[in-house]
């Protein structure tokens, strides 16, 4: 089975922090993403990875980066965080290379900013 | 622009009741179609895709999804719904012709009365 991993079920952060968060995958997946969740609006894509150190823009980059040293490593990083990113954060991972669709998901982090 | 329409936000069913939830998409060529589910403050499992072939595709936990062409309908049923099925469940598009990127529904939300 697909395991992903998140670093934090909950964090709880103040305006203005910079915020870290870790995913991880242990199927040797090409493909990971970083999503949030908001009631009413389903999922959203705010960056996605084929590669190592690739990165590629989603729906809702603004205000977020990512990074990816190792494949099985995927981070998202909230450079200062504002309220409007309290948000449930989903990671994704898929494979192959490119092939984005049958992704699997990990428990998400539910951050809070305050 | 792609859509992925859940038009019921909220159903109520029975315990040992039939249940379908709807997915419109508004896409040209087959895409490949996904049901997730999500249980409370947790992330997504796959319930059942449909990538080509026959229509009506078997998932796990008893459900099945059917792929309408003619109504760009993949709608989720199960004969007989549990109390365990409450959740939260997603219809995910994906199609090369936008970006190769999965596109989600906003969720509808199962409740189970017994």
């Known amino acids: 089975d697909v395991k992903v991993t998140q670093s934090s079920r909950y964090l709880v952060k103040r305006t203005g922090e910079k915020v870290f968060l870790e995913c991880v995958q242990d199927?040797?997946?090409?493909?990971m993403f970083w999503y949030r969740q908001d009631p009413g609006l389903g999922l959203r894509l705010i960056y996605f990875?084929?590669?190592?150190?690739?990165?590629e823009k989603g729906d809702i980059p603004e205000g977020y980066s990512v990074s990816r040293e190792k494949k099985e490593r995927f981070s998202l990083i909230l450079e200062s965080a504002s309220t409007n990113q309290t948000s449930m954060y989903l990671c994704?991972?898929?494979?192959?290379?490119?092939?984005?669709?049958?992704?699997?998901f990990g428990p998400g982090t539910r951050l809070t900013v305050t | 622009a792609q859509s992925v329409t859940q038009p019921d936000i909220h159903i109520t069913v029975s315990e040992g009741a039939s249940l379908e939830l709807r997915c419109n998409y508004s896409y040209g060529a087959t895409p490949y179609l996904f049901w997730y589910v999500q249980s409370p403050g947790q992330g997504l499992q796959l319930l059942l895709k449909?990538?080509?072939?026959?229509?009506l595709v078997q998932g796990i936990k008893g459900f099945e999804a059917e792929f309408k062409r003619s109504q760009s309908s993949f709608n989720l049923r199960k004969p007989s719904v549990h109390w365990s099925d409450a959740a939260e469940y997603f219809c995910a598009v994906g199609a090369r012709e936008y970006g190769n990127k999965l596109v989600f529904g906003a969720g509808t939300i199962l409740r189970v009365k017994s």
């Open positions: 449909y990538f080509s072939g026959d229509t």
């Open positions: 994704a991972s898929s494979s192959p290379a490119g092939f984005f669709y049958e992704q699997y």
């Open positions: 199927m040797d997946h090409e493909n």
């Open positions: 990875s084929y590669d190592v150190k690739m990165k």
